[in-house]
């Protein structure tokens, strides 16, 4: 028996227009280079816009990019695009870790703002135009491991990107029958601006990668932007209101690390 398959190599998104907010740089970036390889019209909101890197524009992609702040910026502009896969990429910690009971409320505010709140308004303000263009459509958001594990100095950080990943299974549920995926990517360990592990870990500690991680690290921007590919593409047509953990295998590692004499423990001695 013959299968129909759409899974045949070439260019992943000829014809599609995406949207990716924080794609100027780190992992908004790798994701929007990757999709205009694979042939789709970006435009990439951005409250910093930096010069476009080199794609292949082989495919017949293309990158725009505006500026634009997700918290105060109205949709309106980045509407005329016709996106049909959005990807919700913004969002920080924003603060050095400190205990929740020293947090304030405006803390709480700002967290919201750049986690959470404008997911909810930018995929509201798409979904009318997906659904009535009627070509289906993926939105992708970006959340955290910290969404699905602890982390202890960033109690509403963790809560809002927690709220993200439900809110992915829900509106996934909700609009699945009009041909819209909706999915989250949780990375962590991946070097970027945000998370600059070049930095941050001295050179004499370069050798504990692989204990602080499965697969060792630090991770890339274009390991995230593979997965977004899959997630945009039609490799996942039949996948919706889920998680890929690009992480190293953090997340499924949880407190376990291994022992210098072999095996491993999660009652290390010397953390
Ligand atoms: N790097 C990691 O290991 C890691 C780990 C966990 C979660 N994440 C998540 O992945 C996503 C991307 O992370 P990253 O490390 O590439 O981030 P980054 O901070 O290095 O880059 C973010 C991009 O977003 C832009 N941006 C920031 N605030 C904005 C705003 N208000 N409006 C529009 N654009 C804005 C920045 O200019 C930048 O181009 C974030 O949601 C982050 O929380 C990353």
Sequence with gaps: MLHSSAFTPGALLTGRRALVTGGAAGI???IAHAFAAHGA???VADIAPRAPLDFDPGAGGAITTVEFDVRTGTADLLLAHEPDILVNNVGHY?????????????????LHEINLGH??????????GITERGRGGSIINLTTVEAHRAIP????????????????RSLAAEVGPAGIRVNAIAPDLI????????????????????????????GQ??????????????LSRFVTGTTIHVDGGT????????????????RPRNP
């Design 221 to 234: 921007p274009e390991d995230v932007a593979g997965a977004a590919l899959f997630l945009a593409s039609g």
């Design 28 to 30: 908004g970036a790798a």
């Design 251 to 266: 997340n499924a590692n949880g407190g376990w690390s291994p022992r210098s004499s072999g095996g491993w423990t999660n």
């Design 191 to 218: 070097e970027t601006v945000q998370v600059p592990y070049a930095d941050l870990v001295p050179e004499e500690d370069l050798p504990l990668w692989p204990t602080w991680s499965p697969l060792g690290g630090p």
């Design 153 to 168: 100095g960033h109690t509403v950080y963790s809560a809002y990107n927690a709220a993200l990943t439900q809110f992915t």
């Design 41 to 43: 019209d970006v435009l």
């Design 94 to 110: 924003l603060r050095p870790p400190h205990l929740f009971a020293d947090n304030t409320v405006e803390l709480w505010r700002e």
């Design 119 to 128: 997911v909810l308004r930018l995929t509201h303000a798409v979904l009318p």
